[in-house]
């Protein structure tokens, strides 16, 4: 948005009030007469809005919101990164655990008299170790069903961003450039029509000492002493 930043050239020596010669509601700026100061420096004066009002936009608001949305996304994402890390890995040191505890129940299916107090107990013991296990199996349920909400969440995220792109798609990085090349132009074609460096002579100054614009700025000139508070 740098080209809705452009300061605010107020030196204005006609004696004739300015009008705008380039109005443009749509972008919020205004090109108007241009004068020479008094290094024979071309000046045209420019109305703009102010740095912030953007903020105001509604859709600077949406986006804001949307970059909250996608940093909650991304926080979960890496809070259930490090918890399935974490939970894979005990799952693969208890695999050898599992495999043990899968040979030793299909023994004891297919011969059921191989299965002694003694070994019995020792299959109860690896059991009991496996128990742990369950909870992470839990666990593992309520991450799928939170991955579901997430996908959910950037698809809505996805759609809200498309209609963005469409109804902002004339305000893309090249369009804002020509936007800025027309800018820059029409300053140009300011200077030029109305006859920098060929005024005959100044009158005295318009002088705004403390005035405010419409976009909230404030311009002072500097070429009158501090002393002097008068508007006019």
Request: aromatic share 6%; proline share 5%.
């Amino acid at each position: 948005m740098n080209l809705f930043s452009a300061m605010f050239l107020l030196l204005m020596l006609a004696c004739l009030p300015c009008e705008a010669l380039y109005p443009s509601p749509e972008e919020g700026w205004q090109i108007y007469s241009s004068a020479q100061d008094a290094d024979g420096k071309c000046i045209c004066t420019v109305v703009a809005p102010a740095q912030n009002m953007c903020n105001r936009d509604p859709r600077s608001r949406q986006l804001r919101q949307l970059m909250e949305k996608v940093q909650n996304i991304t926080q979960s994402m890496e809070v259930l990164d490090l918890r399935t890390y974490r939970d894979l890995q005990y799952v693969r040191d208890t695999e050898n655990l599992m495999k043990t505890v899968d040979g030793r129940l299909k023994t004891a299916s297919e011969n059921p008299r191989s299965l002694n107090p003694k070994s019995f107990q020792d299959l109860k013991d690896k059991v009991t170790q496996l128990l742990p296990l369950l909870p992470v199996l839990e666990q593992y349920k309520t991450d799928a069903q939170m991955i579901l909400r997430l996908r959910d969440e950037v698809r809505n995220l996805s759609l809200v961003l498309m209609a963005i792109q469409e109804e902002m798609g004339a305000y893309d990085y090249e369009e804002l450039r020509q936007r800025v090349l027309l800018l820059e132009t029409r300053l140009h074609s300011c200077m030029q029509k109305l006859g920098c460096g060929k005024l005959t002579g100044v009158s005295n100054p318009i002088t705004i000492r403390a005035s405010g614009s419409r976009f909230g700025s404030w311009m002072t000139d500097t070429m009158i002493p501090s002393s002097d508070n008068r508007v006019r």
